[in-house]
């Protein structure tokens, strides 16, 4: 938990670094205005900033999630974040990691209070908890067993998978619901039936991928175009079992080993008159170049459609004109369209309160926040039903599903597709 007391800026290092910690002690203790969210704290417990900004005007459409008028109950909230303030101890330093771990951990802070800041000024009120996580697996266990985090009504973080890990494997965690904020990782890996996993794992990109494809797909099959490197395996086995499921076996899927660009022995198995439906779940920049040179090949001679890993939108050796020309297709959570009014609204309001850019951590923890902090103050009881709950964001849409064993996965996935030298969203 923050404590500005115990924590010095150094006289001299990385001005960054002291604006980041500053920026941190400003947020921990600025003037109450309006409603505002509290925030303990070691020495006090005076967050919450203030509360100039409109962050709910013009809000991000909801589904069945609604503002609504909310009641005097105070909900208290945990953040664990990795911020490494121990570094900025006499004679200690970030690493360039670890200072990058703590701008993450600032940016989403700062997202997730000006979501909670918004809801106060319709009434609601919250305690929020800033405790660093140093990204160690001994805080993380430390952190486990703290009593005013385990009866908090929701725990975020630890970010990592392997912090997330080890606080969730502790004797008597918390049985309160614990909101895995920004990692992809399967619930599997954790085994806790009360986490959220909000960042949809592997397995709903692959099972949105199949599902696109066993609607559009005429010939009945699809090829998937390996490198033969294990970590494809789990997508390619999450791919066949729902293509398997969807088309009842009637779509086959064909998969080939790709060495050095060589596709002839699917060539005969190709046609003229129906698109041809590949998937390559490849994230190597070799395999990739030399792949998709000879599916481009291909192409003058055979329609084609392509489908690619949720991680090339990340990848800028990819050629935007050679993807086009393959018909390409993404699986992507994490899309924000920058020109739609409520993307505008809060760019402003961040650049007002903060003096700097929202970063994609700032949008996902401004929506998990606005979303999480209305479902508390319109009652706990709603954290129980999150699939009763849509909510459409500025990032992603929430479509929770509760899963045996795994707590609640949002499930939402959009498909996206290389036009005009950018990606739209076309599902």
């Not at 505002?36 to 704290?41: G, N, Q």
């Not at 509360?51 to 809000?59: I, M, P, S």
């Not at 918390?174 to 592997?202: C, D, E, F, G």
């Not at 020109?339 to 609204?345: F, G, L």
Request: with cysteine; charged share 20%; glycine share 6%.
């Amino acid at each position: 938990m923050i404590s500005v007391r115990n924590h010095r800026l150094p006289l001299s290092g990385n001005r960054w670094l002291i604006i980041l910690v500053v920026a941190i002690i400003a947020g921990a203790c600025s003037p109450k205005t309006q409603p505002a969210v509290k925030t303990t704290a070691k020495s006090a417990e005076k967050e919450a900033g203030k509360n100039d900004t409109k962050a709910t005007a013009e809000k991000p459409a909801k589904e069945k999630l609604k503002a609504k008028k909310v009641s005097d109950r105070i909900s208290t909230i945990s953040l664990l974040l990795p911020l490494g303030l121990d570094h900025l101890n006499p004679g200690a330093k970030y690493t360039p990691a670890g200072l990058k771990k703590a701008g993450l951990a600032l940016d989403y802070y700062r997202g997730f209070k000006l979501a909670l800041d918004s809801l106060t000024e319709q009434g609601a009120n919250y305690r929020l908890q800033v405790y660093d996580s140093k990204d160690e697996p001994a805080q993380s266990h430390s952190l486990a067993l703290n009593p005013q985090i385990k009866a908090s009504d929701l725990i975020v973080g630890p970010v990592f998978p392997d912090g997330m890990k080890v606080f969730t494997s502790a004797p008597n965690v918390s049985k309160n619901l614990i909101l895995s904020p920004l990692s992809p990782a399967s619930p599997l890996t954790y085994n806790n039936p009360n986490i959220i996993t909000v960042i949809p794992p592997l397995e709903y990109h692959a099972w949105k991928a199949a599902e696109f494809v066993s609607k559009n797909v005429k010939t009945q099959k699809v090829f998937v175009l390996a490198s033969g490197y294990s970590d494809e395996k789990a997508y390619i086995g999450f791919f066949k079992k729902a293509i398997d499921s969807l088309t009842k076996k009637r779509v086959k899927v064909v998969q080939l080993t790709v060495v050095r660009g060589n596709l002839n022995a699917i060539v005969p198995q190709l046609t003229k008159f129906d698109r041809n439906f590949f998937v390559i779940p490849s994230t190597k920049q070799a395999f990739l170049k030399i792949t998709l040179y000879s599916l481009d090949t291909l192409s003058r001679r055979f329609p084609v459609t392509l489908f690619g890993h949720p991680n090339w939108e990340k990848y800028s050796y990819l050629k935007a004109e050679q993807l086009q020309r393959l018909n390409t297709h993404i699986t992507s959570a994490d899309k924000v369209n920058y020109k739609s009014a409520a993307t505008i609204t809060f760019v402003r309001n961040y650049r007002k309160m903060y003096g700097a850019e929202p970063s994609e951590y700032a949008v996902k923890a401004f929506d998990e926040g606005l979303y999480f902090g209305q479902l508390l103050a319109d009652g706990r009881d709603n954290l129980h039903e999150l699939n009763e709950n849509g909510f459409t964001g500025l990032h992603n849409s929430f479509s929770f599903k509760k899963k045996p064993g795994q707590g609640w996965v949002n499930t939402h996935v959009n498909v996206l597709k290389y036009t005009n030298f950018e990606l739209r969203q076309v599902e």
